[in-house]
């Protein structure tokens, strides 16, 4: 019997997550190509707010690792 891989056991185990994700409206919208453009724009929003967070946190962990070995593990983890 081959064993699981991680990908199946995740999906496995987030079925229900991931299936109202990709049945959620805006998704559907999307793949039908029927997303109102003010909703796309309003998307765009939130998503450079989030990217820009992120960005901010990751310089923050950076700056704050100890010895050069951590800072570029940090690095090599993005």
């Known amino acids: 019997m ?3 891989t991680l990908s199946e056991q ?3 185990e987030n079925a229900t997550v991931f299936d109202a ?3 959620h409206r805006f998704v559907r919208d999307i793949e039908q190509d029927r997303l109102e453009p003010r909703v796309f724009e309003r ?3 939130y ?3 989030f990217v820009d967070m992120a960005i901010s946190i990751f310089a923050y962990a950076v700056a704050k690792a100890e010895n050069i ?3 570029r ?3 090599g983890v993005s």
Do not use: D, G, P, S
């Open 2 to 4: 081959i064993a699981e």
């Open 10 to 12: 995740m999906l496995r």
């Open 21 to 23: 994700m990709v049945n």
């Open 43 to 45: 998307y765009l929003v």
């Open 47 to 49: 998503e450079a707010a």
């Open 69 to 71: 070995a951590q800072k």
């Open 73 to 75: 593990w940090l690095i």
